[in-house]
């Protein structure tokens, strides 16, 4: 048993509908055992937030616009896409009601002038319930057997409204009362995607980009076989093929090195969202809804050995390093944890720490945006030692970017750090900081933002990271 998740690109016209379609008919051919979970179409979420938001600020024009816009998106693929009529009846009317609800809720928030979490949440669930519906009309077009379902059904949480946590017990028990008879049957569920309820039926979402958290739970109750994540790229690949063009794509990778990945940055999981399948040891594989047969990456416990090492490179931007300095600091107990405390205050976190071991200055990464309040959070944490000069300076270096080297067997292979150093010593590219994660997953390490692009490269040809698919390959064969 299967679960298939397309993401917003993948249900993003009515051409992506109908290739969904023809990807869902294969496997449902192969194994009717499947359920299909979906994001809204793309774009689409936002412009429902956003709407929202503006309601509550007082402007009914954007709702006005959203609904014709949604409108006229979903219409057209029903429009190209289901041939019965009475089957297109029923969805318009489906559209037109899910729209006025939309209104009447924005009219309410422009009223109130208040936009609550709570109310946030039933607007922004309200693109996967007309995504799911219609994916499953087209997909019975197309000769599927499909069923639309609700997660707010099947999906329990609590009440964090944006950014909910499920409940797993009582979600399995619904998943598999509402969702078994139909498999057994050789119906396809199509469940919408990023929703869920509370115990008392109170609308919840599970964050945005939820859709990938909808899939695992479902897959983790129905203890699937895999959990396919349809996307618009090949997997995962070695590197950014915007800035590495031949970068390529990692046949498999660890749930380690997918988490180490997803936290430096690469769009595609999130280690949360995935963690359902995770702990049940259910491999995950992303795919490309536009190039189904091309290659794509298996997420697994275990990784099949190779002689890779380094297995991505991926870079963050948008950063600012910040910097802790003076001589009065060393062997002064105590710095670290406050300089960090004051950091924590302002809610801002930190994706990178560095300390030089003379222990005169204590540096670390955080957004760039959040500067501000956190310089403003440390100075006032450390007058006293700004004044008596314990510390000489509290300062931020913006245009800098992280490097993350991502791979598992990185741990307890000597000489990696040396050949990543090696190769950017050579171009002259100069390292500002560096740190490895304990589980020695990664080495990350801060450069300036004009030779970011460089350093990913030099990294990726060092370790030949373009033949990263053959050698997998070649070795798979020769294990
Ligand atoms: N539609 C939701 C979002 O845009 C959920 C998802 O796409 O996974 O965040
Ligand atoms: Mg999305």
């Known amino acids: 048993m299967k679960v298939l998740k397309f993401g917003g690109t993948s249900v993003g016209s009515a051409d992506a509908f109908a290739q969904v379609a023809r990807i869902v008919r294969r496997a449902w051919e192969q194994d009717p055992h499947i359920v299909v979970v979906t994001s809204a179409m793309a774009g689409v979420t936002d412009t429902l ?24 998106k979903h219409q057209l693929v029903a429009g190209q896409l289901i041939e019965d009529n009475i089957e297109r009846a029923a969805i318009s009317r489906l559209l037109d009601t899910k729209l006025r609800e939309f209104e009447r809720l924005c009219q309410s928030i422009y009223i109130l002038g208040e936009l609550t979490p709570r109310g946030l949440d039933v607007v ?138 997803a936290y430096f940055g690469a769009k595609v999981l999130h280690p949360k969202s995935i963690r359902p399948a995770v702990e049940r040891d259910i491999p995950i594989r992303v795919l490309n809804t536009f190039d189904p047969d091309g290659p794509n990456t298996r997420i697994v416990r275990q990784p099949r050995p190779t002689g890779l090492t380094v297995k991505a490179i991926t870079a963050i931007r948008d950063l600012a390093l910040v910097t802790v300095e003076g001589r009065g600091m060393m062997g002064v107990p105590g710095i ?57 300076r509290i300062w931020s270096q913006d245009d800098i970017v992280i490097i993350a080297v991502v791979g598992a067997a990185m741990r307890g292979t ?51 990271l373009e033949r990263a698919a053959e050698v997998w390959e070649a070795e798979r064969v020769a294990v």
């Open 124 to 261: 922004s669930g309200l693109g996967e319930q007309m995504a799911a519906p219609l994916l499953a009309a087209v997909l019975r077009n197309h000769g599927v057997p499909a069923e639309a379902i609700d997660a707010r059904e099947i999906i329990v949480t609590d009440d964090t409204f944006g950014a909910a946590n499920p409940l797993f017990e009582e979600t399995c028990q619904r998943v598999q009362a509402r969702l078994s008879p139909l498999l057994e049957a050789g119906t396809v569920p199509v469940v919408t995607g990023f929703i869920a309820a509370t115990p008392d039926g109170v609308t919840t979402t599970l964050g945005r980009g939820g859709s990938d958290y909808s899939a695992a739970l479902i897959g983790a109750c129905l203890n699937a076989d895999e959990v396919q994540i349809w996307t618009d790229v090949n997997g995962i690949l070695t590197a950014d093929p915007r800035v590495v063009p031949n970068a390529c794509t990692l046949p498999e990778l660890s749930y380690i090195e997918a988490a180490e990945l």
């Open 336 to 392: 670290a944890a406050r300089t960090f405390s004051a950091v924590a205050r302002t809610g801002v976190s930190v994706l990178m720490i560095s300390q030089a071991s003379s222990e005169q200055s204590i540096c670390f990464v955080i957004p760039a945006a959040d500067v501000h309040r956190v310089l403003t959070s440390l100075e006032e944490e450390m007058e006293r030692e700004l004044r008596r000069g314990f510390i000489d």
């Open 49 to 72: 937030i956003r709407a929202a938001q503006q309601a509550a600020a007082g402007n009914e024009e954007p709702y006005r616009d959203a609904r014709n816009e949604l409108l006229v």
């Open 414 to 464: 000597p000489g990696i750090a040396a050949r990543v150093f090696g190769a950017l010593g050579e171009a002259g590219i100069n390292v500002i900081a560096i740190a490895q994660g304990s589980s020695e997953a990664n080495i990350s390490l801060v450069v300036a933002v004009d030779r970011a692009d460089e350093a990913v490269r030099r990294i990726h040809e060092a370790f030949q």
